[in-house]
């Protein structure tokens, strides 16, 4: 009689490893999301004031602008838990958030600025196989 050996199971995958580089860009972009989504509520506010004091040209814009950095706050915060959870859609969302960022430094003649998101460009894609 033979004896059956019972069939091995696959090991577990073994977890990812998140870099220390990115949990620190992820924590980083996390507060740059707070605080834009703060400077965004902030100006709508002002730009409602200013509208309904008597002033709808200042206002309106102010308010328009200060919809826009609320926007990029939010989009800031999404990518930043995203980047945490070495989910690719954030990798994808920050490349995109730090070649707009890096065109505008260039374009407003801000070029210290610009290098840095070149760098961390140049580091999320080295650091890319950690993402899913």
Known sequence: MQRQVPAMAAPP??????PIGVTILAILTILIGIGLLLLGLLLVALGGITGLFGAPMFGLPIAAIGGLILLVGILMLVSGFGLLKL?????WLAIIAFVLGAVSSILSASYPTAVIEVLLIVYL??????FS
Request: glycine residues 0%; charged residues 30%; proline residues 12%.
């Open 13 to 18: 995958p073994m977890p990812r490893s998140r």
């Open 87 to 91: 989910r690719m859609w954030a990798w």
């Open 125 to 130: 894609i080295v650091v890319r196989k950690h």
